[in-house]
Structures are given as structure tokens and as C-alpha cells.
T-cell receptor, first 112, second 114 residues
């Protein structure tokens, strides 16, 4: 079955460490997105990419970085510059011209 | 700039009762509107969407929503809820000429009690 795979599902990190969250899709979707979810705040867009080797900052990109070397993959790195990284991170994708997002199951990052 | 307001952070309701989850949006251009549902520790899945045409939209699991342009609202309704409907519900909006960028509301937790 086609879908989006996010890994790891749970991740613990010490302060000052970078961590990379994986997002892989086999839907042949062109666009991919990373959202951050905090309780009571809904989802906020971190980065998005509409084609390979191109990506744009979302509303809260500071302290994060991404790459899009392959159509199927859109990893997110949470750097030590992100002041409050503990959150639930969701990856999503959509086909060209479509307007409905398909979401992965999410990765929960906890900074100790 | 677009924004989405979900007025209720939590809605408790008894099983088999009707429910309405409210959503209002702000935008200076034509929009697409969506409702997504999220079960605990999972991603979001689409309930229904309004793109054009009939303002009453039917979705999965017996949910429906009505687009009201004059009131800039897109409220979600279900005539009779089940325990399994307990989840977080998100309203979202995108502009028609930049439909790749969704703006989400803060979510409403629907708590169905027996």
C-alpha cells in the first residue's frame, strides 16, 4: 500500500544535539511538507518542497533544516539552534495540482 | 493573510447526540476549506473538503459541513456521534492560487461520553 513512513516514532535527545527525522513516501507525490504540532496550537508549517532540489521556509523554519535530494524523501533536521524542539512532527505530501494532504503517522521528539 | 479560528478547544457530548464543531476563517481571496481528524498519536486524515459547487459537503464517517461565504464559516456537523468519534478535529484553509499551503486552526477535541 502507498503511504508516508516517518521514523523514528519516538525520539529522545539531549540539549545541544542535532537530530534528523526521516520521511519517505511511495505515492509519487511531487510536494512534501513538514509540520510541527504543539498542544492547543494546531499545526504550523516548518518547510515545504514542491520539486526535487528545491524547498521553501514555512512559518517557523528557524532552527530547522531540510533537504530534497530524491522525490521520495524529505528529511528534517532539528538543530541545536531550535530553542524549544519538544513537539510532535508530521510529514505530509501531495500530488502536483492536488489540494489534499496525505500525512504520515508522526514523530514525537522529546528533549531531555 | 489567512487565518482559521476554531472557537472551541474541547466539545464534550453524549453518545448518539448531535454535534457541531465551529470553524471561521479569514481571507481576502477565494479559498478551499478542509476538515481533518486526528486520532491519538497518529497523523491526520481527511474528513471532507470544499472546493467549489454545493455548499453542503458530505464526508466520511457520517460527517458533513456547510460553507457559508457571508459568515466565513465552515462548521462541521454529525447528527449522531459514536464513542469512536472521540478525536481531535482540525479545520484548514488554503488560497485557490496557492493551494499547496494549508493554514490550520488550533483544533477541537471531541470527547464522546457513553
Amino acid at each position: 500500500d502507498g503511504g508516508i513512513t516517518q521514523s523514528p516514532k519516538y525520539l529522545f535527545r539531549k540539549e545541544g544535539q542535532n537530530v534528523t527525522l526521516s520521511c519517505e513516501q511511495n505515492l509519487n507525490h511531487d510536494a512534501m511538507y513538514w509540520y510541527r504540532q504543539d498542544p492547543g496550537q494546531g499545526l504550523r508549517l516548518i518547510y515545504y518542497s514542491q520539486i526535487v532540489n528545491d524547498f521553501q521556509k514555512g512559518d517557523i523554519a528557524e532552527g530547522y533544516s531540510v533537504s530534497r535530494e530524491k522525490k521520495e524523501s524529505f528529511p528534517l533536521t532539528v538543530t541545536s539552534a531550535q530553542k524549544n524542539p519538544t513537539a510532535f512532527y508530521l510529514c505530509a505530501s501531495t500530488a502536483r495540482g492536488a489540494n489534499v494532504l496525505t500525512f504520515g503517522a508522526g514523530s514525537r521528539l522529546t528533549v531531555l | 493573510a489567512q487565518s482559521v479560528t476554531q472557537l472551541d478547544s474541547q466539545v464534550p457530548v453524549f453518545e448518539e447526540a448531535p454535534v457541531e464543531l465551529r470553524c471561521n476563517y479569514s481571507s481576502s481571496v477565494s479559498v478551499y476549506l478542509f476538515w481533518y481528524v486526528q486520532y491519538p498519536n497518529q497523523g491526520l486524515q481527511l474528513l471532507l473538503k470544499y472546493l467549489s459547487g454545493s455548499t453542503l459537503v458530505k464526508g466520511i464517517n457520517g460527517f458533513e459541513a456547510e460553507f457559508n461565504k457571508s459568515q466565513t464559516s465552515f462548521h462541521l456537523r454529525k447528527p449522531s456521534v459514536h464513542i469512536s468519534d472521540t478525536a481531535e478535529y482540525f479545520c484548514a484553509v488554503s488560497e485557490r492560487d496557492s493551494s499547496y499551503k494549508l493554514i490550520f486552526g488550533s483544533g477541537t477535541r471531541l470527547l464522546v461520553r457513553p
